[in-house]
């Protein structure tokens, strides 16, 4: 069994800041991708930002330069650093990561239950 833990959502106001972490648990062998997507009221889920093992990371246009997507390996675990926020970044926030639980097992992806960010303006 695998889960993923977000924590650090809340209410900001337009200009501010906030960190999300996960933080996977359970039974692992080794995390590739870890990501963060989300989905505003009546849109579709769209990702932000993720980041392989060796660090290299991608980012949705929209958070370019705003946003700094981070992990510990040893924590199994992925921060989203939000910076700068606007009121279009308002949205459900959820965590995922591609992982092996076993050496030649599947690969599988893994979702959060998602953190809501609310940016006022």
């Known amino acids: 069994q695998v889960q993923l833990v977000e924590s650090g959502g809340g209410l900001v106001q337009a200009g501010g800041s906030l960190r999300l972490s996960c933080a996977a648990s359970?039974?692992?062998?080794?995390?590739?991708?870890m990501g963060w997507y989300r989905q505003a009221p009546g849109k579709q889920r769209e990702l932000v930002a993720s980041?392989?093992?060796?660090?290299?990371?991608n980012y949705a246009d929209a958070v370019k330069g705003r946003f700094t997507i981070s992990r510990d390996g040893a924590k199994n675990t992925v921060y989203l650093q939000m910076n700068s926020l606007k009121a279009e970044d308002t949205a459900v926030y959820y965590c995922?990561?591609?992982?092996?639980?076993?050496?030649?097992?599947?690969?599988?992806?893994?979702w959060g239950q998602g953190t809501q960010v609310t940016v006022s303006s």
């Open positions: 980041i392989v093992p060796g660090g290299n990371s």
């Open positions: 359970g039974s692992i062998f080794s995390i590739n991708t």
């Open positions: 995922t990561a591609r992982l092996r639980q076993r050496v030649l097992g599947a690969v599988n992806d893994y």
